[in-house]
């Protein structure tokens, strides 16, 4: 075994001991400042190659890899640097893991949701303790809610269903922060519609939609290649998948 694979087997032994994500983000943290560029790179580019053959402490470990390293307290410099010596290696979906893109779409300035009569009134706190309530009707109306601790809170109502996620994920337009806030929901984003519904969605955070593409099955990497509608970087890297699985 290689010193690279014995630390990225290290690392990915750490992640899946903590459950919690504070306690994940302040190992890994702690892990990356003694470490080179280098190595994470190489440690990172591992994980995904093994994530890729289904080994699955290796997936799980690469499921939350993304999220935490947004989490990281990394300099833009760092960032920049791990940018390119990923692309200099030709890792790609490390590179992926640090792109910073725009969405391919962005709302108009000052964008909030389209108020339903019975909300116009009501603060944030108060859409939230809604949020919470059993009532479908109330639920339904709360779909193209555009505060994201209020969709939090939806998102984890025992009545919602996928269904009424989907609505959600596919709203335009919509803030990129709603959209994240489903990429958190671990019920949710094991769904393959739901993430289906959130690479289509142009108003997706490019490394959110990249970072998802590797769960597409053949046809539907074949139609997001080909959706003029979404981002350059999105429809590159699917085509990419998909020449390396046919």
């Known amino acids: 075994m290689s010193e690279t694979e014995e630390k990225a087997n290290s690392l990915v032994r750490h992640l899946l001991a903590h459950e919690e994500k504070k306690l994940r983000v302040s190992y890994l943290e702690a892990k990356m400042k003694h470490l080179s560029v280098e190595e994470i790179v190489d440690i990172l580019n591992l994980i995904c190659v093994k994530a890729n053959a289904k080994i699955l402490p290796y997936l799980k470990a690469y499921n939350v890899l993304p999220e935490l390293l947004r989490s990281l307290t990394l300099s833009r410099e760092k960032i ?61 109306k709360l779909l193209k809610e555009q505060d994201p601790s209020v969709i939090q809170t939806l998102l984890v109502n025992p009545r919602l269903t996928e269904i009424e996620v989907l609505k959600i994920a596919s709203l335009q337009p919509t803030s990129p922060r709603i959209l994240e806030e489903i990429s958190r929901n671990s019920k949710w984003i094991a769904r393959y519609r739901v993430k289906k519904a959130l690479i289509y969605n142009p108003y997706c955070p490019p490394s959110l939609a990249l970072y998802l593409l590797k769960f597409m099955v053949t046809s539907d990497l074949r139609e997001i290649a080909q959706n003029g509608n979404l981002h350059l970087a999105v429809q590159e890297v699917a085509y990419q998948l998909l020449k390396d699985k046919t």
Not at 82 to 87: I, M, S
Not at 96 to 122: G, I, R, V
């Open 80 to 140: 920049l640097q791990f940018r390119t010596l990923a692309r200099q290696r030709d890792h790609i979906e490390v590179l992926q893991m640090f792109l910073d893109l725009p969405p391919q779409k962005t709302p108009p300035a000052n964008f909030e949701s389209p108020q339903e009569p019975l909300f116009k009134d009501l603060t944030p706190g108060e859409r939230k303790s809604l949020a919470k309530t059993l009532r479908a009707e109330i639920l339904k």
